[in-house]
């Protein structure tokens, strides 16, 4: 991308240098030839215009010379050439209608071309007595023509305009009247910078210009054939003639153009000439090429620089549209990567989801197997508990039963034989025995959980003796002692009395389980009144609960004990009981030894006496 921008903008560069080349050469003439054609249509207007003034300055003297050659005076003297008086008078006349017509001189010469009256006849330089028959202008008003001439004076060494015309007595030509006309004012108008107004004669030489030192100069070679031409005529006197330093002359466009040498450097000029054949010359105008020159460099510059700033703009419109689709890229690149990485981070989490999905669903089956099987194993163990059960009251019942039974038959057999007061022995044992039932059903009722009953103030010595009555046996079995200890004063606690007790016998008949058998079979129940609490500890003098499984022996159904002896369901009850009181049961292991059961309930007052359970 780079590589090729580089090649295009070289491509570019080299494209703009042919152009700037193309433009400076082409343009460069064409710019040229606009100007030149420019300068030209201003050289033909001024050229119109001096030709016009140089036209309207001569016909205004062209009729002049007849009118003079008819007048009296002039035909009286050219009858009559030696009188003395005729001169006198014709002399008088020339100057004064000299002076009113503002010509140069006026003149009459004879045949053979002696000057007979002029306008200057008390002048030091008078023509009278000269003779001027080698100028055209004699020879052609001798021959009946009106003749027309431009030379240096020879005698005054002015330049002027000569008009003739011959002086006609009875029919015949005895004489020729002369009239020039002054040049230099109209010279005096064609100063200029920009051109030069020149009129050369038939041969090419300068007769009238705007820059006196081109006079007499010629503009076509001085060939030995003009200069004898112009000897005859004496056009120039004896004015030295030259060639005018031009350089070179050329056509350009159908443009003639002349480099003339000036003091330091050769000028150029755009030449634009008219030819007035009635006088007898050619005018033209040359015009200083410089400043047309000039003007198509300054375009053909102008142009360039046009260029230059176009290229410019153009490379800082094509750098900037560059850099912006640089930039464009550049975000459309970052963007596709940023909808990359979305795209792959989506689909990472739809899969991570699907795996939690499929987790989730895993979970559940394994929960749903694990409720399944917590209830398989609540069965099992309700089963074995109904079952170790059933035993225990079979067994704790069927002796009774046998002994009221034996007793009975007994005391039938002692009333037949009227030993009455044997008889009465036996039935008191039998009264005794269905006492020790009714008991036993009774505390096996009180081991129903009743969760949702109101609690109320019960009064721990009460529940404490009732528990020991229950566990009484239990005590016996394992040959184990209770000390009590419950303070001075009477405690109450908020909770169900039935229940309470129930806790108090699954932990007094665990501590029985637990120190049966050992040497040291005290079991320690202590309650103490604290701020607003009752704690109750029971604590025993066995092996204590081992730490490991410390965090579970509140768990449903964990029990260390073998099998038809625990049920790992009594310290689970108790925890939910004391739980449902709003206490707290804990346990840990004495510093000296055996397992202490931390019961916290919640102090009551005995104003608050309410009917519980
Ligand atoms: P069970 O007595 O039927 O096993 P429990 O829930 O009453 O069920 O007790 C759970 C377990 O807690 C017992 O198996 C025993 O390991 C442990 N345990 C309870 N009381 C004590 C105690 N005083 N000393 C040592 N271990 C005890």
Redesign the pocket.
């Known amino acids: 991308m780079r590589a090729v921008s580089k090649a295009r903008a070289i491509l570019l560069g080299l494209a703009l240098l042919a152009i700037a080349g193309v433009i400076a050469v082409f343009g460069n003439a064409f710019a040229t030839r606009a100007y030149l054609d420019q300068a030209a249509t201003r050289g033909e207007t001024t050229l119109r215009l001096a030709v016009a003034a140089l036209r309207g300055h001569m016909s205004r003297f062209e009729p002049l010379p007849a009118l003079i050659a008819d007048h009296d005076d002039i035909q009286a003297l050219v009858a009559d050439p030696a009188n003395v008086s005729l001169r006198a008078r014709a002399n008088t006349y020339l100057k004064e209608i000299n002076g009113l017509l503002k010509s140069s001189d006026i003149y009459v010469m004879l045949t053979g071309g002696f000057t007979i009256a002029a306008s200057n006849y008390d002048a030091p330089l008078s023509f009278v007595g000269e003779n001027f028959n080698y100028r055209p202008y004699y020879q052609d008003a001798i021959k009946g023509k009106q003749g027309r001439f431009f030379a240096l004076g020879t005698t005054s060494l002015k330049r002027g305009y000569y008009f003739s015309s011959p002086v006609r007595i009875d029919g015949k030509i005895r004489g020729v009247v002369v009239f020039k006309v002054d040049i230099e004012p109209i010279e005096a108008s064609w100063k200029s910078d920009e051109y030069e107004i020149v009129v050369t004669d038939p041969e090419g030489i300068i007769f009238m210009s705007g820059r006196p030192e081109w006079l007499y100069s010629g503009l076509l070679p001085l060939t030995p054939d003009r200069l004898a031409r112009t000897a005859i005529s004496r056009r120039y006197a004896d004015a030295p003639l030259r060639e005018l330093p031009v350089v070179r002359a050329s056509f350009q466009n159908a443009r003639q153009l002349m480099n003339i040498e000036a003091e330091k450097s050769a000028r150029e000029y755009l030449v634009v000439e008219e030819p007035m054949t009635e006088a007898g010359w050619t005018v033209s105008v040359l015009l200083d090429t410089n400043s047309a020159r000039a003007q198509a460099i300054t375009s053909v510059l102008a142009a360039l620089l046009l260029l230059g700033l176009a290229a410019l703009l153009g490379a800082v419109v094509f750098q900037r549209r560059a850099r912006l689709a640089e930039r464009m890229e550049l975000q459309r690149t970052a963007r596709e990567q940023l909808e990359q990485r979305v795209e792959e981070r989506t689909a990472d989490l739809a899969s991570v989801n699907s795996q939690l999905e499929l987790e989730v669903t895993e979970r559940r089956a394994t929960e749903l197997q694990l409720r399944k099987t917590q209830d398989d194993l609540i069965q099992a163990g309700k089963l074995a508990a109904l079952g170790q059960m059933s035993a225990a009251l079979s067994h704790e019942f069927n002796q009774p039963l046998a002994a009221v039974k034996t007793y009975a038959d007994n005391a039938a057999i002692l009333i037949d034989r009227k030993r009455i007061a044997e008889a009465r022995d036996n039935v008191a044992r039998i009264l005794a025995l269905t006492d020790r039932m009714a008991s036993i059903s009774r505390h096996l009722r009180n081991f129903a959980r009743k969760p949702n009953e109101r609690l109320g103030l019960v009064h721990l010595d009460e529940v404490v003796h009732d528990t020991l009555e229950i566990v009484g046996w239990r005590l016996t079995a394992a040959d184990a002692e209770v000390i009590l200890d419950l303070g001075v004063e009477p405690l109450t606690v908020r909770a169900g009395s039935v229940r309470l007790q129930q806790v108090l016998v ?2 007094i ?3 029985a ?2 120190v049966e058998g050992l040497t040291d079979r005290t079991i320690e129940l202590t309650a103490r009144h604290n701020a607003d609490t009752v704690e109750i500890t029971v604590r ?1 003098h ?4 081992p730490e490991a ?1 410390s965090g579970r ?1 509140f768990d449903p159904f ?4 073998g099998v038809g ?8 009850i108790s925890y939910n009981i004391i739980k449902d009181f709003g206490g707290s049961l804990t346990v840990e292991n004495h510093s000296d030894g ?2 202490v ?1 931390r019961i916290e309930l919640a102090a009551a007052n005995a104003l608050t006496h309410e009917a519980a359970e």
């Open positions: 699954n932990i008949s665990n501590a389980d637990a025993d066995g092996p204590g609960v499984i022996i964990f029990s260390t004990k002896k625990g049920l790992g369901l009594g310290l689970s055996g397992a059961f």
